[in-house]
T-cell receptor
């Protein structure tokens, strides 16, 4: 079992839709979770991070962690064509150094 | 603030040839990472440097890959000889201190195609 699993999609939605992106993780010791956004032919950039359980909101984006089910979610409200990108969930490895990434979910928002 | 610079952006080589990639991290960042991102996959760590010392190279195929970070600033990653399965984007990232929660800033990557 991979440490971080993510459905690669692709996911296509119309502009204005609510988008839900999800990951699962296997190690209950993981406590810090990140969402990176990667535009085509660019490097990933940090979008949001959350600690442990609960929600974190930043504008149209909400990150949620459910530790009981080892489930990480990113919600995008009022999606825009500029949100079209690959979204990667990540968590630090057990040594607390580098990141373990999911496969990424490719999102396309059409106008 | 300038971001992480990488060159070249694209490289096409024949298998068994050698290739080198260069990375210049954000000024003042102590930690530098090299990741390999195969098409349709998330980035996978190859090697992590703290200043000019290696912190983690457990996933670096050391029979063909090597990396160095001179004077704790720029870094080069080399593949010799290249295999078809090395076709990927090689991403360099840097962070201020290097802890797991420290934000990593990625460069645009070098896209390698091995024929």
């Amino acid at each position: 079992q991979k440490e971080v699993e993510q459905d690669p999609g692709p996911l296509s939605v119309p502009e204005g839709a609510i988008v839900s992106l999800n990951c699962t993780y296997s190690n209950s010791a993981f406590q810090y979770f990140m969402w990176y956004r990667q535009y085509s032919r660019k490097g990933p950039e940090l979008l949001m991070y959350t600690y442990s359980s609960g929600n974190k909101e930043d504008g149209r984006f909400t990150a949620q962690v459910d530790k009981s089910s080892k489930y990480i979610s990113l919600f995008i409200r009022d999606s825009q064509p500029s949100d079209s990108a690959t979204y990667l969930c990540a968590t630090p490895n057990q040594a607390g150094t580098a990141l373990i990434f999911g496969k990424g979910t490719t999102l396309s928002v059409s106008s | 603030e300038a971001g992480v610079a990488q060159s070249p952006r694209y490289k096409i080589i024949e298998k068994r040839q050698s290739v080198a990639f260069w990375c210049n991290p954000i000024s003042g960042h102590a930690t530098l990472y090299w990741y390999q991102q195969i098409l349709g996959q998330g980035p996978k760590l190859l090697i992590q440097f703290q200043n000019n010392g290696v912190v983690d190279d457990s996933q670096l195929p050391k029979d063909r890959f090597s990396a160095e970070r001179l004077k704790g600033v720029d870094s080069t990653l080399k593949i010799q000889p290249a295999k078809l399965e090395d076709s990927a984007v090689y991403l360099c990232a840097s962070s201020l201190a290097g802890g797991g929660t420290d934000t990593q800033y990625f460069g645009p990557g070098t896209r390698l195609t091995v024929l």
